[in-house]
């Protein structure tokens, strides 16, 4: 990045519902059991917001602790970008909301939709706003209440998803003095709407009895299709990502989106990196979309994984379908 900043992660935080939704409730729920849940997605458990928690409350929290960590005043951010698909309303945009929770009195703000892929994107944005000169600090939250937009009498997607937010901190790598962004990529197949989505309440279907009838305003899923599709690009990324750095020997630690264990099983094995090099919380989480790789990141750190001068890459695919990375050093 010749003639631009370099930047640098300062904080890390993040905040999880207490609520634990269990498989054995699952079970209670819809028809599946403990057994089919572990085998096929490795989730045990997931966390479930409380009805009144918003998405803005969930991301003000885990921004808090970043900021904390960051050893950053609220006052002194200039932008937050509010990686969600399930934002407090449609408009306006929830990281508004988080700014006026926060004190971030002079920050702008904006959300960001990629879905899973949603904070890679907003991280990649928030370095180059920095590496730019165009703004000191900037703080990138990644936010999902998916249980608002479950149906709980459908198995195939209830027993996947969870809440849960992470947020980073991003400045100066002369200010924050660690977590180097090195590089990142976004990508994206339209012509998928049907993969994986919401249907209605968008102007392709708006809001109606009708739509509401049929269910539109639940998650639609075609696993299979997510599961090929979230294998391949996985391998492909992460493969090209480590190419100019001597490839996969090199990386220290991989922090992936929490999809599906089975995806990060058969991706491990595909790039030839063993598993004590990728972190997993995907056990006690399930799949939190936007808030997936921040949480992970943040315990991955917490649990040594990804430690001072460890050369990390999280990489991250969902509904779009997207798909993007992200490379630094700790
Ligand atoms: N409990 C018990 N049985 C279930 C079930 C559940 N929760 N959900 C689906 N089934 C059943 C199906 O109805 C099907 O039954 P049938 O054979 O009688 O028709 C059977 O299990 C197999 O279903 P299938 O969809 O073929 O299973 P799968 O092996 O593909 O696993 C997923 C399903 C969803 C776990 C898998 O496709 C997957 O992980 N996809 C990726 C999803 C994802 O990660 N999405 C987020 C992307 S960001």
Same mark, same amino acid.
């Given at each position: 990045m010749s003639g631009l900043r370099r930047v640098g992660i300062a904080g890390l935080g993040i905040y999880v519902p207490e609520r634990r939704l269990t498989n054995a409730e699952l079970e209670r729920m819809v028809d599946t059991s403990d057994d089919w849940i572990r085998q096929r997605t490795g989730i045990s458990e997931r966390r479930i917001a409380r009805p009144d928690e918003l998405t803005s409350d969930m991301g003000t929290a885990a921004a808090r602790r970043a900021l904390a960590d960051a050893g950053? %005043? =609220?006052? =002194?951010? $200039?932008l937050v970008i509010c990686c969600t698909?399930?934002? /407090?309303?449609?408009?306006? =945009? &929830?990281a508004c909301s988080i700014g006026h929770k926060l004190g971030a009195s002079r920050a702008g703000g904006f959300d960001l939709s990629a879905a899973c892929s949603g904070f890679v994107l907003g991280a990649q944005t928030a370095a180059h706003f920095i590496a730019t000169g165009a703004a000191e600090t900037v703080l990138v939250v990644g936010v999902e209440k998916l249980s608002a937009i479950?149906?709980? @009498? /459908?198995r195939s997607t209830c027993v996947i998803f969870g809440d849960g937010a992470g947020a980073a901190v991003f400045t100066t790598l002369e200010r924050s !003095? @660690?977590?180097e962004f090195l590089g990142g990529s976004a990508g994206m197949k339209g012509g &998928? %709407? /049907?993969? #994986?989505?919401?249907? =209605?309440?968008?102007? @392709?279907?708006?809001?109606s009895h009708a739509t509401v009838d049929a269910g539109q305003h639940f998650i639609r899923m075609q696993g299979k299709a997510v599961y090929r599709f979230a294998v391949t690009t996985f391998v492909d990324v992460v493969r090209r990502t480590l190419a100019p750095y001597? !490839?996969? /020997? @090199? #990386? $220290?630690?991989l922090v992936p989106h929490q999809v599906n264990l089975r995806i990060i099983e058969a991706a491990a094995e595909g790039l030839g990196?063993?598993? %004590?090099r990728i972190f997993v919380n995907i056990d006690r989480y399930g799949n939190t979309s936007a808030a997936s790789v921040p949480i992970a990141l943040f315990e991955a750190r917490e649990a040594g994984?990804?430690?001072? !001068?460890a050369l990390t890459c999280c990489v991250a695919f969902g509904a779009g379908l997207t798909w993007g990375h992200l490379l630094f050093r700790w």
């Open positions: 950053v %005043e =609220a006052s =002194a951010v $200039d698909v399930t934002p /407090d309303q449609l408009f306006p =945009a &929830t479950l149906d709980y @009498r /459908d !003095g @660690r977590g &998928t %709407e /049907d993969v #994986l989505s919401l249907p =209605a309440g968008g102007t @392709r279907f708006p809001a001597g !490839g996969i /020997d @090199r #990386l $220290d630690a990196l063993p598993m %004590e994984l990804v430690k001072p !001068g």
